[in-house]
């Protein structure tokens, strides 16, 4: 019974490695579509997020599976309950990738060029976030405290790109209010970008949850 447990662990744990590759997709679509202004690319992004709603419901199905049929100890049950709580903070990030995409569709009519919005900044941040995702799932798999410590850390630079990004935009507007309603749209991105690490921490401290017991916050 226990062999057929750890084989249906490995499963999820599998499951869950295809939901962060799903998401790790997501974001490079999203960015590569802004920064390239490419709404096509931002349409099929949006699209995806279906997968990885389709990938949500994959791993809950099989959580539930193994709460019903295995009875698992408590340990077990901290990391199935932990993987319940990740895959909801990972679908949300799905939505706000491709609430991005959508952004830049939406931004289409205007043009936004790097010397006038340093548009880098926006990038650093889904480098990171999408570092963020990929390192709190492999801190999950791999029973890693460490790892997922790390991702928290990280978290405070994502927090200080989006804070130099927000001066940024504010020094646009006052050098001319016409650059207002585009210096919002590009905050809003930004925003999204920020929201996601604060989803990928929550990831983390889910998995510190399932190796300690103790959640933090």
Known sequence: ??????????????????????????????????????????????????????????????????????????????????????????????????????????????EYERSEININLVENMAKETTDMVIKSVDAFVNKDLELARNVIAQDDVVDSLFADFKQELIGKINENVQNGEQATDMLMVAKYFERIGDHATNIAEWVIYSITGEHVN
């Not at 690319?41 to 959580?63: T, W």
């Open 1 to 110: 019974m226990r062999n057929r447990f750890d084989r249906q662990l490995l499963e999820l744990n599998n499951e869950l490695i295809q939901m962060g590759s799903l998401i790790e997709r997501a974001i490079e679509m999203g960015i590569s579509a802004l920064v390239r202004q490419d709404t096509e690319k931002a349409k099929k992004a949006i699209a995806f997020d279906e997968e990885i709603d389709g990938q949500e419901k994959a791993v809950e199905s099989l959580c539930m599976k193994l709460l019903l049929q295995q009875q698992p100890v408590a340990k077990d049950l901290r990391l199935i309950s932990a993987a319940l709580k990740m895959i909801t903070d990972m679908e949300r990030i799905g939505d706000h990738a491709a609430d991005i995409s959508e952004m830049t569709i939406l931004m289409a009519g205007s």
